[in-house]
């Protein structure tokens, strides 16, 4: 394996480390820089076991890099792995939300991997010709193939004043949105 080979498999192997880390502070509701606390408080504990254990199931990687990244030594990364497998004996809940979350972690690694047949599974939405409407408290709507006519009608209804929103118009941006085709409706039309 050249030098760069490794390069290339250590970054995607940071990647996918980092998105597993992503997916499960945003499940548990707890802010990415959790996982630089040192402390002893229940939600940060689970919050790191739950991450380690996902880790060690979905990636090979050395246990003293991996404490690093959490700032434990490799004997807590043991210790943190068999805690979740034991508690997975017997607490369903937690059972469940690590279920849930391996099923958003395995969507996820399929798009890193590159397993994802975008042309049969997916389909572009163009963004090119859109409109966008910031609204108050950091929300948006972005609109596409709708008349300005339309757009005001919709925000009448939502009752969106004019000087609570902005509106603006994109074109040629080169933006897409991936939608993700439903298998079933897919199968019932072929």
Not at 141 to 152: L, M, N, T
């Amino acid at each position: 394996m050249t030098e760069e080979q490794k390069y290339l498999e250590a970054s995607l192997k940071d990647k996918k480390i980092g998105f597993i880390k992503e997916i499960v502070s945003g499940y548990y509701k707890q802010p990415i820089t959790d996982y630089e606390i040192r402390v002893r408080r229940r939600e940060i504990i689970k919050l790191k076991y739950v991450t380690i254990y996902l880790i060690l199931s979905r990636i090979k990687v050395n246990l003293t890099e991996l404490g690093l990244i959490f700032k434990y030594n490799h004997a807590t990364v043991i210790h943190a792995n068999k805690q979740i497998i034991g508690y997975l004996t017997f607490d369903k809940e937690l059972k469940a939300e690590i279920d849930e979350m391996q099923s958003l972690i395995d969507h996820k690694m399929t798009i890193i991997d590159g397993r994802l047949n975008l042309d049969d599974d997916y389909a572009y939405i163009n963004l090119n010709e859109c409109v966008g409407v910031n609204l108050t408290k950091g929300r948006g709507i972005v609109f596409s193939g709708i008349s300005p006519e339309d757009i005001e009608k919709i925000m009448s209804v939502l009752s969106v004043s004019e000087e609570n929103r902005k509106i603006t118009s994109f074109s040629n941006t080169g933006m897409y949105l991936l939608k993700k085709i439903d298998t079933d409706a897919k199968e019932t039309n072929n």
